[in-house]
């Protein structure tokens, strides 16, 4: 453990709040391995959600970035963090706010720097974490490459396969976009407080050709994923005449929804937005 940053925690009685989904990584080492899986250089502009402490933008510091830009919620931290990284000038920016609302390619687009490669690297808060994803693929950070943390059962609800048990609406929109995969298991001792479930990194790297029409394939993979259990011709009645939609698609009525390939989910949602 980083020593330095556990007893600036102690000394300032910083301690977690929960429902902050706030778990901590302080150990420099496995903070230096995290931001290693990233593919980091002299033209990237590391976007940090909720940075906490401090202990993986530390790392991200020790990279060649050309900026690390954080956003957190707990003013607490965006306080120490001032403090902490202020011999870093204007190569650290912090930005105080709920990172469900603020918009990373607005502040990218605000910077105007040339060459910028922009890359999001965190550990998410649990609570919110799918979300912030899901905002971030329907965005035009749908672009950008990722490096996330989130509890194990995420990870592989993000990184799933068609007939895979956690395949499903997350893996598909992601599908979309990126290529998914998980790149590190990280156990719950390894965070201060520990969490009760294990965590995962997963690298998000954007597909050369994305599907665009998001809005649709929501709905779609809505439909058939609410009802899991059931046959598409039946679970996708709810967004039109699912035989005709199937038909149309060419794809097997009677398939049940974990066994249709992300493609066959874009035809779909093709089809039902006229497209
Ligand atoms: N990155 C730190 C680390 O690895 O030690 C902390 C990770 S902790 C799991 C999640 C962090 O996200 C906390 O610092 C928390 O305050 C922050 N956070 C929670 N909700 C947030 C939100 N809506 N916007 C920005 N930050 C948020």
Redesign the pocket.
């Known amino acids: 453990m980083d020593n330095s940053l556990s007893q600036i925690l102690h000394e300032n009685g910083l301690f977690a709040k929960k429902s ?6 302080l150990d420099i080492n496995l903070t230096t391995k995290i931001a290693k899986l990233a593919d980091i250089d002299e033209n990237s502009i590391i976007f940090e ?5 401090g ?2 933008t530390q790392a991200l510091l020790n990279s060649p970035a050309k900026k690390v830009i954080v ?4 003013e607490r ?1 965006a306080a120490h963090l001032r403090e902490y990284f202020n011999g870093f000038g204007d190569r650290f920016q912090i930005i105080e706010g ?3 609302k603020i918009k990373p390619h607005e502040i990218l687009n605000e910077l105007n720097i040339p060459d910028a490669k922009p890359t999001i690297i ?4 649990y609570n ?1 974490g799918t979300q912030m994803l899901i905002n971030w693929l329907l965005g035009p950070e749908k672009a950008w490459p990722m490096t996330l943390m989130f509890q194990t059962e995420v990870a592989m609800r993000i990184s799933a396969k068609t007939n895979m048990q956690h395949y499903g609406r997350l893996a598909i929109l992601t599908y979309a976009c990126m290529d998914a995969q998980i790149a590190m298991h990280v156990p719950r001792l390894a965070f201060t407080p520990p969490p009760k479930v294990e965590s995962a990194i997963v690298n998000l790297r954007p597909k050369t050709q994305i599907y665009t029409n998001l809005d649709a394939l929501s709905k779609a993979t809505a439909a058939a994923f609410n009802q899991r259990r059931k046959m598409l011709r039946s679970s996708l009645n709810s967004i039109g005449n699912a035989a005709q939609i199937l038909e149309k698609a060419n794809i097997d009525p009677t398939i049940r929804p974990e066994n249709l390939d992300p493609e066959g989910f874009f035809k779909i949602a093709d089809i039902i937005s006229g497209n």
């Open positions: 902050l989904g706030q778990h901590f990584l959600i909720g940075p906490g402490p202990g993986l956003i957190e919620k707990d931290f709920d990172a469900l965190a550990n998410l808060p919110v």
